[in-house]
């Protein structure tokens, strides 16, 4: 067994990953306070777990397999666009082309929740085939990728939910799980069966951060 595939850092990033795409894939399902609510939770703790690899370059270079089709990415794209509605789209000024325009350009966190997810999607499903050589191949590709992309659209992305879940003009008002404010109300966390078959809470993984800053 390679040591440097499931190393403490390693396991935790994967299984971060994995909860972030399952939490993706299960958008048609949630309402979009809920999906605001929960996906800038989980953001930061991806983030902080990819900051925390320093995966090896391999000794021979190869192209792990793909398996996010153009078809499921513009699925998942499209059902977080059609939840999040007019508030998909906002202005960013941390993209390549801003270099050639003066003004900020138009972006989409559906685009870039759906961009991270095609790496992660890949990257995770190499991992569950067992191959240690391409594990560690995904592995650096999917860091190197963190690095030069879709981290920059993660911290993005965070930045414009953060604002839609924050905004002074919300109609939201914070209350109770007993109020009458007509709002649906989540009493209990969503359990998920993790890429190592073992059961997890959405409160287990944000523990997990706790712990780590401790």
């Not at 095609?118 to 990257?123: A, C, E, T």
């Not at 067992?130 to 911290?155: D, I």
């Amino acid at each position: 067994m390679d040591e440097r595939i499931y190393s403490k850092n390693i396991i935790e990033f994967v299984t971060v990953s994995a909860e972030y795409c399952a939490f993706i894939e299960r958008t048609p399902e949630l309402e979009k306070e809920e999906f605001v609510d929960k996906i800038i939770k989980i953001l930061p703790l991806l983030y902080l777990k990819a900051t925390l690899l320093s995966p090896e370059e391999p000794e021979e270079e190869s192209y792990p397999e793909k398996f996010v089709t153009e078809n499921i990415y513009e699925s998942i794209r499209i059902g977080i666009e059609s939840l999040l509605g007019e508030e998909d789209s906002y202005l960013e000024v941390f993209q390549t082309d801003m270099k050639y325009s003066e003004e900020p350009l138009a972006a989409s966190i559906s685009e870039g929740l759906a961009d991270i997810y095609q790496d992660l999607k890949d990257f995770i499903s190499v991992y569950r085939l067992g191959n240690e050589p391409q594990m560690l191949e995904a592995l650096y590709v999917c860091y190197e990728n963190f690095v030069s992309y879709w981290g920059q659209q993660l911290v993005n992305v965070l930045r414009a939910l953060h604002g839609i879940k924050y905004s002074p003009d919300s109609d939201e008002e914070e209350c109770d799980d007993h109020c009458d404010c007509g709002h649906h109300h989540h009493t209990q966390a969503n359990n998920y069966t993790d890429i190592f078959g073992r059961q997890q809470s959405e409160d287990d993984i944000f523990n997990r951060l706790n712990d780590e800053l401790d």
